[in-house]
């Protein structure tokens, strides 16, 4: 998968886009549906003010959040897509830099770690995966635990 990356308000000195490759290659290797050279997603590194228009206008949520993900293909599409054929849009994600910077500060980790966390969860639900439910949660939970660990980042959830 190839990423268009973009990113607008994030302080340095921190590598945002690097971070965002390197967490696209965790969830690759996680969930290897998403490492198909025909896939392609954006990632807009972005204030709390953009995210909380887009939540708004998309979800009905009239507040920021830490990341949106606007898929483009079904879980079914994704998974009967072959390596031959035209490119395809996956999706288009969005990560708010207050409430990221927050949230790392709340949780006692760097914002790096917690970017990379809000990247590979985004990627995860731009392939279908969902924590609505408690085994789809859990499914998807350990999916980003094992993306995490092999980029030598603690379990962001704790229980393990």
């Not at 035209?86 to 914002?111: F, N, Y």
């Not at 635990?145 to 229980?159: D, E, F, Q, T």
Request: proline share 5%.
């Amino acid at each position: 998968m190839t990423l268009d990356i973009e990113v607008d308000g994030w302080p340095g000195p921190a590598d945002w886009a690097a971070l965002a490759e390197r967490a696209r290659e965790a969830a690759e290797a996680a969930a290897p549906e998403l490492a198909n050279d025909r896939l392609s997603a954006s990632i807009l590194f972005t204030n709390d003010d953009e995210v909380h228009a887009l939540n708004r206008e998309w979800r009905g949520k009239d507040k920021p959040t830490n990341v949106l993900s606007f898929p483009m293909l079904d879980r079914e599409d994704l998974l009967d897509l072959g390596d031959n054929g035209p490119p395809e849009l996956l999706g288009d994600i969005a990560l708010a830099w207050d409430t990221c910077r927050r949230e790392a500060e709340e949780k006692a980790v760097s914002v790096e770690d917690h970017a990379a966390h809000l990247v590979v969860h985004g990627l995860l639900h731009l392939a279908g995966h969902d924590h609505v439910e408690e085994t789809q949660a859990d499914a998807m939970e350990a999916l980003e635990v094992k993306a995490l660990a092999s980029m030598g980042i603690g379990n962001p959830y704790g229980n393990g």
